[in-house]
């Protein structure tokens, strides 16, 4: 399956970080788990299928199967959703049908103070535990008989997280560009696993999300780069609710993001997440809200021509 037309191109990581000057976070801890994700899991995206095909009873038990393997290999949330030719980058493809969509939460303790070099660990650290839990999916699927593609959550997918994320029935798109999950808030990321394999699908949800982003500015207010809009804009596409998305200003964003480790600012402060006070089994002690550290903004910076810019496309219900 081709990407449509007006699918968006991949987010050029790199071209942001060059055209920046390079990448200026430089966290010993975080330098080892992308070299992990890099040089240790990339190389095992691929592997043998067994001859023979498992068959399920129907499609209904193979997701059920499925979603439970996913919950046994660290997975916290897990949906399943039809492939789309919206949900491809552009200039990619994609030969299966569907994508098992696994999300994993990230730990609200280390993002007490943003920005911070703990939150920073955490955010590549949860891409490296997600790692493990798509590529040891794919291993596991592969010997039931099934092809299937790995999308890891570091990115350079062929699949956008995000539509993805939200015809899965994680959430909805929050006012900071995140998928807000109504019992993980937004501290969570996502990859996934393409496969053919007959499945019951998940559907997008309303839970009054999207509409409480409209009176709430939470996370406006504590971005430090002042890259989060007050209103919704008619320019960036459309959420799978029907609504025009918020449109985070990313030529502000990356330049901060870049240089104060990875941010993250907004989503500890978003009202939806279920803070580790009520629920940090192992006692460690944490404050009610963040510290939310302003640096001084880097310049704005945005090279990238508009047709070339990283919307999501709508995403239909
Ligand atoms: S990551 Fe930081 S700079 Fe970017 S939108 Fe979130 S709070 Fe703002
Ligand atoms: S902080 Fe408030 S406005 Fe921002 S995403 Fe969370 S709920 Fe929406």
């Known amino acids: 399956m081709k990407a449509s037309k007006n699918a968006p191109p991949a987010f050029s990581w790199q071209a942001w970080y060059d055209g920046l000057g ?5 966290i010993p801890e975080v330098e080892a788990i992308l070299h992990k994700i890099y040089h240790e899991q990339f190389p095992q995206f691929e592997g043998a299928i067994a001859s023979q095909k498992i ?20 997975a916290d949330i897990v949906g399943i959703c039809k492939i789309e030719p919206s949900d491809i980058y552009r200039g990619r493809s994609i030969s299966e049908k569907y994508a098992i969509a696994v999300g994993a939460r990230m730990k609200y303790r280390h993002f007490q103070t943003v920005p911070s070099e703990a939150s920073a660990i955490e955010c590549v650290r949860i891409y490296h535990q997600l790692g493990e839990t798509v590529i040891t999916l794919a291993k596991y699927i592969r010997s039931l008989g099934y092809s299937c593609e790995i999308e890891h959550p570091i990115g350079d997918s062929n699949l956008l997280h995000i539509p993805i994320g939200l015809k899965a029935g994680f959430g909805e798109l929050g006012r900071h560009g995140s998928i807000i999950h109504p019992k993980l808030g937004p501290l969570f990321r996502m990859g996934s696993v ?26 406006r207010k504590y971005c430090p780069a002042k890259a989060i809009p007050d209103e919704r804009s008619k320019e960036g596409g459309k959420d799978h609710l029907g609504n025009d998305r918020y449109l985070v200003d990313t030529g502000k964003c990356f330049p901060y993001f870049k240089k104060y480790n990875y941010c993250s600012a907004c989503l500890p402060v978003c009202v939806y997440n279920h803070k580790e006070w009520a629920r940090d089994f192992d006692g460690f002690k944490t404050k009610k809200f963040p510290e939310v550290i302003f640096e001084e903004p880097p310049s704005p910076f945005d090279e990238v021509p508009k047709e070339e810019k990283h919307f999501y496309p709508k995403v239909k219900r």
């Open 55 to 74: 068959e399920f009873e129907s499609p209904k038990a193979a997701a059920k199967h499925i979603k439970e393997k996913a919950k046994e290999l660290n």
């Open 194 to 219: 393409a496969t053919s394999i007959p499945m019951d699908i998940d559907h997008p949800i309303d839970a009054g999300i999207a509409a409480f982003c409209d009176i709430c500015r939470a996370c």
């Open 22 to 26: 390079g990448r200026s976070i430089n």
